[in-house]
C-alpha cells in the first residue's frame, strides 16, 4: 500500500510505501505515544476523581463526628444543669436552716438575757489578720458536693446543739416558774408569821403553819408560781381555799378566800388572780392563809416570800 502526497509549493509527488518497515515502525511508536498519553490522561482522571469521592466521605465523617460532638455537649449541658439544680435545692435548705438558726439563736439570745452586742445573729461575725509574708497556696478547684456535705453536717450539729440549749434553757426558766417566789397579794402586810403563836379564837399556844397577809375585802389573791389547780373549794378551818401544785413536791395554799377564780386542773402562771381576798372559814377578818408544803409537809414561806 503506496501514500502518495502532492506539493502544489513544490509541484512534485511524495511516494510513500506504508509496508515499508520504517513507516510501521514509525506509526507504531505513534500509536504507542497516543495510547500512553490516554492511559496517563486516565490514571490522573481517576486519582482526582478518588481524591474527590475520599474528600467527600471525609467530609462526611467529619460532619458525623461533629454531630455526635454536639450531642454529647448537649447531653453533658442537660447533666451539668441537672446538677446545678440539685446544688441550688441544697443551697436553698442549708439557707433555710441557716435562717432558722438564726431565729433559734436571737430566741436564746432573750432567753438568757444576753446582750444582742455580744451576739448580733444580723450581721456577719467580724474575721481578719495580718496578711501573709510567705507565698500563698493557690486556689484548687474545690469539690462542691463534699463542701455542701461538710456544710449540712455542720448546720445540722449546730442545729442539734442549739436545740438541747433551747431546752436547757426552758427547764431552767421551768423550774424558775414553777420555785414559789414572792408575795400572794399585790398589797397587805404580815399578820401573822409561821410557827408558835397564841390561837386568836382560844388564847393558847399553836403552832401557825403558814403566813396570814391581811388587805381588804376582794383584793386579789395571786399565784406565786406557775402550777397545776387541783383544789378550788371549801375545806374544814381554810374556808373557801386554793391548792396548787408546782412539780417537785411543791404545794401552796391560798385560804380564806371570798371566792376562787380558778377550778381545778386549770394552768396558771406567776403572778396570775387565782382568788378574790375574803374571811371565810376560821378567820378573824379579811386575810389570805398562805402555807407552802414541800413534800407533804408545811415549811416556812418566809423562805420563799424574800423581801
Known amino acids: 500500500m503506496n501514500l502518495i502526497w502532492f ?7 511524495l511516494q510513500f510505501n506504508l509496508a515499508h518497515p520504517a513507516v510501521l515502525a514509525i506509526l507504531g511508536v505513534l500509536v504507542l505515544g497516543i495510547l500512553g498519553t490516554a492511559f496517563a490522561l486516565g490514571v490522573k482522571l481517576g486519582e482526582r476523581t478518588g ?16 454531630d455526635d460532638e454536639k450531642r454529647e455537649i448537649e ?11 440539685a446544688m441550688a435545692l441544697r443551697l436553698g435548705t442549708i439557707n433555710a436552716h441557716i435562717l432558722r438558726l438564726n431565729a433559734l439563736g436571737k430566741r436564746l439570745a432573750d432567753m438568757a438575757k444576753i446582750n444582742n452586742r455580744e451576739f448580733n ?16 497556696v493557690s486556689a484548687q478547684i474545690p469539690d462542691l458536693n ?27 426558766k421551768l423550774n424558775e416558774e414553777i420555785q414559789p417566789e414572792g408575795r400572794p397579794v399585790h398589797q397587805g402586810f404580815i399578820s401573822s408569821y409561821f410557827g408558835q403563836r397564841q390561837d386568836p379564837f382560844t388564847g393558847e399556844e399553836a403552832i401557825h403553819k403558814g403566813v396570814d397577809f391581811a388587805g381588804n375585802l376582794g383584793d386579789e389573791v395571786v399565784a406565786v408560781a406557775a402550777g ?3 383544789w378550788a373549794g371549801v375545806q374544814p378551818g381554810y374556808g373557801k381555799l386554793v391548792e396548787i401544785s408546782h412539780g417537785n413536791g411543791l404545794v401552796t395554799r391560798y385560804a380564806h378566800n371570798q371566792r376562787a377564780l380558778v377550778n381545778v386542773g386549770d394552768t396558771v402562771t406567776r403572778g396570775e388572780p387565782i382568788a378574790l381576798m375574803g ?17 407533804g409537809r408545811q415549811v416556812d414561806p418566809l423562805t420563799f416570800i424574800g423581801h
Do not use: C, W
Open 7 to 13: 506539493s502544489a509549493r513544490e509541484a512534485r509527488a
Open 75 to 85: 447531653e453533658l449541658r442537660a447533666k451539668l444543669k441537672d446538677r446545678v439544680d
Open 228 to 230: 397545776v389547780v387541783t
Open 146 to 172: 463534699e463542701m455542701l456535705d461538710s456544710t449540712e453536717r455542720r448546720v445540722e450539729l449546730r442545729d442539734a446543739q442549739l436545740n438541747a440549749l433551747e431546752n436547757v434553757i426552758l427547764v431552767r
Open 121 to 136: 445573729f444580723d450581721a456577719e461575725p467580724a474575721t481578719g489578720g495580718p496578711e501573709s509574708d510567705g507565698e500563698g
Open 279 to 295: 374571811s371565810s372559814g376560821r378567820s378573824t377578818g379579811p386575810h389570805v392563809h398562805f402555807e407552802v408544803l414541800r413534800n
Open 51 to 66: 481524591k474527590r469521592i475520599n474528600q467527600t466521605h471525609a467530609t462526611a465523617a467529619f460532619n458525623g463526628a461533629l
